[in-house]
């Protein structure tokens, strides 16, 4: 094999290489914006099921609030309630 030929192989080996690599190169472009798109599809669905568990949690809170408010106004009857057996048991008036 004379020098030439060597060159000559050593281009051709050289030229498929490049083809290759800038193979790869566009399909990695085009893996990574597949990639980027499925990662923002999977963060958009996170940040919903966030929105949904937020939305959720408010409601419940405010069930919470009502219920505290309506135990407050039952505790307030039942105190009232006391202080009226009490004053009747005790002497209080008599009809």
């Not at 281009?11 to 798109?37: I, M, N, S, T, W």
């Amino acid at each position: 094999m004379t020098d030439e030929t060597a060159i000559q192989a050593l281009r051709a080996d050289h030229d498929a290489l490049a083809g290759r690599v800038k193979r790869l190169e566009a399909l990695l472009g085009e893996q990574k914006g597949a990639l980027e798109r499925e990662m923002r599809a999977g963060f958009q669905g996170v940040n919903s099921r966030f929105d949904g568990l937020e939305a959720e949690l408010r409601y419940r809170f405010d069930q919470l609030d009502r219920v505290e408010t309506r135990v407050d106004d039952i505790s307030k009857r039942l105190e009232q309630l006391e202080a009226f057996l009490r004053q009747r048991l005790n002497g209080g008036e008599r009809s």
